[in-house]
């Protein structure tokens, strides 16, 4: 029972979690294509 609860918690914490993760993604893929060395 408490792997059970253990494996419900972690997975709505991913769920909530993951959102987060692709928000941040965005951004740091938006930075890193926005900054090119090369013109500079």
Known sequence: ???RD???NGY???ILLSPV???W???IRK???SYR???V
């Open 25 to 27: 993604d965005c951004i």
């Open 31 to 33: 930075m890193r294509y």
């Open 21 to 23: 993760v692709s928000f």
């Open 12 to 14: 709505h914490f991913v």
């Open 1 to 3: 029972m408490v792997s």
């Open 6 to 8: 253990k494996s419900v």
């Open 37 to 39: 060395p090369e013109w």
